[in-house]
């Protein structure tokens, strides 16, 4: 019995693992997927600019 308890934690681990992976795909795309696409331009640029602007500083 000693094996069950030893293969427990990793198929636990696996299922919610599965769980998630299901979750993260049907989550991509549909209504919002434009709005969060729109986010992450905006987070980048601001990134990008930022670097710039540090960049150009130094120079």
Do not use: C, H, N, W
Request: charged residues 20%; aromatic residues 6%.
């Amino acid at each position: 019995m000693e094996y069950v308890s030893a293969l427990v934690p990793p198929v636990v681990m696996a299922v919610f693992f599965i769980g998630l992976v299901r979750v993260i795909v049907k989550t991509q795309g549909g209504a919002a997927k434009a709005k969060e696409d729109a986010a992450v331009d905006a987070a980048l640029a601001r990134a990008e600019s930022a670097r710039q602007a540090s960049a150009g500083g130094d120079a």
